[in-house]
């Protein structure tokens, strides 16, 4: 059974920075991208960045313009574990931030459950 559980959203204030987890089971981390979409309420869900594997050791992390220079996207693959640090942060990056695994060019993409992001200004 494959499973995605994030933690470490809360409230924090505008500038400040907060790291997000994403815990992986039940599927061959190592090799499946690894994302952080988000949702703002009456939004619809968008995408934040993922980072792919390039084959071998070789990882590479793309992101949403928004988010660009700001956030970074890492994983531990000893550890299952992929994490969005989020620096200098704004009240629009309020929003449930949700970690995600696929395959590209496949059907197979995880959800994880979300964790909320508030920023206040």
């Known amino acids: 059974q494959v499973q995605l559980v994030e933690s470490g959203g809360g409230l924090v204030q505008a500038g400040g920075s907060l790291r997000l987890s994403c815990a992986v089971s039940?599927?061959?981390?190592?090799?499946?991208?690894m994302g952080w979409f988000r949702q703002a309420p009456g939004a619809e869900r968008e995408f934040v960045g993922h980072?792919?594997?390039?084959?071998?050791?070789?990882?590479?992390?793309t992101y949403a313009d928004s988010v660009k220079g700001r956030f970074t996207i890492s994983r531990d693959n000893a550890k299952n574990t992929v994490y969005l640090q989020m620096n200098s942060l704004k009240p629009e990056d309020t929003a449930v931030y949700y970690c995600?695994?696929?395959?590209?060019?496949?059907?197979?993409?995880?959800w994880g459950q979300g964790t909320q992001v508030t920023v206040s200004s």
């Open positions: 995600s695994a696929d395959v590209p060019d496949t059907a197979a993409r995880y």
């Open positions: 039940g599927l061959p981390f190592r090799t499946y991208r």
């Open positions: 980072i792919s594997w390039g084959g071998g050791s070789v990882y590479y992390a």
